[in-house]
């Protein structure tokens, strides 16, 4: 069974290093999948004491205020003999053998993260100690639970903490450790009141009752202890931690688990307790529990990680096979999904595909229909024909036809074209744009390239922008051609004044008039 608390932490480290400690991902988290066991205390409730006794080390930071600003993942391994020794994941090839160096270490790595701003993070620490006296065990050490934040603390720090401390025990496979220090009432516990809130029912909380031996004289805590008080699906635990005056006296962890033992083996009110009491006991029982719950978790992991594999290999298999290394490579696959891009935009404009019959509608509908919407009739009023030939003919008279007016006649008349053309270029920019964006989806070489993708996408749309102003300038230089371009043949299919019946001798001024322009223009 110590095998499978050992691949537990293996598969933490592992979630750690590959960024999943259990925050929102859009891919299943395996960490929140993994039983594990939460330290949850508010401040000055002994919590870092209880972890150290466990571990038989002084290794936490202390200090007033929020001490632990990132969550300690605390992997216990036990060993059969040697030195002691710790590891840190972000230190992989450093053992410390010292333990106020691991101490430093905690608070250099923690404002790495933070800063010096006092803020809070939820990313891990991982941190392995290796030791005969241990239990094999992994525990996660949070930040302690406050009602005021600290001088140089950001705004909404103590709603921050008590956030990330219930975003990691209201997950199932969360075993709560809920710290409560016997010298206050238990109803205003945080631990116990953030427990309740997420374990009701108390099926996954230990509860563990510090600094019984400083409880005003006359009073004890039996009735908690017994769970009389406050009932829970597991035994309560009371330990003695060392006192202040202990630390600063540097008596030593084995010490104090013999007197912590004396403790409880002498006091009156204890002794009958004495063999379920104590920081030794309390390492044991979550060593088991952890142990169980594990078994008990096994065939749900394995369902997981089969089932995230196989997601896995399919995304793999829809991306394609890996990117060449050299850039001869990486040259040549570019090109080749390039080509594959651009014939695919071929086969929509050449009707393989759908989308490109939208063009020849362009030209047979829409082009056509804005034509015939133009108002010819404002140009080819008799007054505007009389008035646009006598002002560029003049008295003059002319062999065939008044040519300077009919010319300007018809030259304002084509340059009206000049709007449904340009619009015609519009829209079969807007088409080819569309296609171009749906060859780029039907790609499928893209998608395993997604900076390659936006790179195409750009370059298509650029040049797709460039050819539309081009195309406008040719568009317009054809209508401005029509108009330049009227043949001699053009004016001698209109038919000489003389030729049918008129009469030379009238003046020129009413030789123009509605019967003559009109015949005329029609022809």
């Known amino acids: 069974m110590e095998n499978l608390i050992s691949l537990v932490n293996k598969i933490q480290r592992a979630c750690t290093a590959l960024g999943d400690h259990g925050d929102e991902s859009a891919m299943p988290t395996l960490w929140d999948s993994l039983p594990s066991i939460a330290v949850v205390g508010g401040q000055s409730s002994g919590k870092s004491s209880v972890l150290e006794s466990i571990v038989g080390k002084d290794f936490l930071p202390r200090g007033s205020g929020i001490v632990t600003r990132r969550p300690l993942v605390l992997q216990l391994h036990k060993i059969d003999e040697g030195r002691e020794y710790a590891e840190f994941m972000h230190l992989p090839r450093k053992r410390f053998t010292d333990f106020a160096a691991v101490r430093k270490e905690i608070s250099d790595e923690t404002d790495r993260e933070t ?229 695919i935009f071929k086969e929509h404009l050449d009707g393989v595909r759908s989308g490109g019959e939208k063009i020849y509608g362009v030209f047979d509908n829409q082009f056509p229909a804005a034509l015939k919407r133009l108002q010819f009739d404002k140009q080819l009023s008799m007054d505007n024909i009389r008035k646009l030939i006598t002002e560029a003919d003049g008295y003059q008279p002319h062999l065939i036809a008044p040519e300077q007016g009919y010319r300007r006649l018809i030259e304002s008349s084509l340059i009206c074209i000049r709007g449904p053309a340009e619009a015609a270029v519009d829209a079969v920019h807007g088409i080819l744009k569309d296609l171009a964006q749906k060859s780029i989806s039907e790609t499928t070489e893209l998608k395993q390239y997604p900076p390659l993708r936006v790179e195409v996408a750009n370059a298509a749309f650029e040049s797709l922008e460039r050819m539309k102003e081009e195309s406008k300038r040719a568009t317009l230089q054809l209508v401005d051609m029509e108009c330049g371009y009227l043949t001699v043949d053009f004016f001698r299919k209109l038919p000489q004044d003389i030729e049918k019946g008129g009469n030379p001798t009238v003046s020129l001024f009413d030789r123009y008039n509605d019967s003559y322009l009109r015949r005329d223009t029609m022809s």
């Open 115 to 343: 800063g010096r701003s006092k803020a809070i993070s939820s990313v891990p620490i991982h941190l392995s100690i290796f030791s005969p006296n241990v239990v094999n065990l992994t525990l996660v050490d949070l930040p302690g639970l406050t009602k005021v934040a600290v001088d140089g603390q950001p705004e909404g720090t103590v709603q921050d903490i008590e956030d990330m401390v219930r975003a990691f025990i209201e997950k199932p496979n969360c075993i709560i450790l809920a710290i409560s220090p016997a010298n206050q009432d238990l109803a205003t516990s945080d631990a116990i009141k953030i427990s309740r809130e997420v374990d009701p029912k108390g099926e996954r909380t230990f509860g563990v009752l510090t600094k019984i031996d400083l409880m005003d004289q006359g009073t004890n805590a039996v009735d908690i202890l017994e769970g009389r008080s406050y009932k829970l699906q597991f035994p309560w635990i009371g330990v003695v931690n060392r006192s202040q005056a202990d630390i600063n006296k540097s008596i030593d962890m084995i010490a104090a688990r013999r007197r912590e033992r004396e403790y409880f083996a002498s006091s009156a009110e204890y002794r009958h307790l004495a063999n379920r009491m104590g920081s030794e006991h309390l390492g044991r029982v979550l060593s088991k529990h952890l142990e169980v719950v594990i078994k008990s978790r096994i065939p749900g992991l394995q369902s997981l990680i089969s089932k995230t594999i196989g997601e896995l290999e399919s995304e793999l298999s829809r991306l394609g096979k890996p990117i060449a290394a050299d850039a001869g490579g990486k040259l040549y696959v570019i090109m080749e999904i390039s080509r594959t891009f651009d014939q």
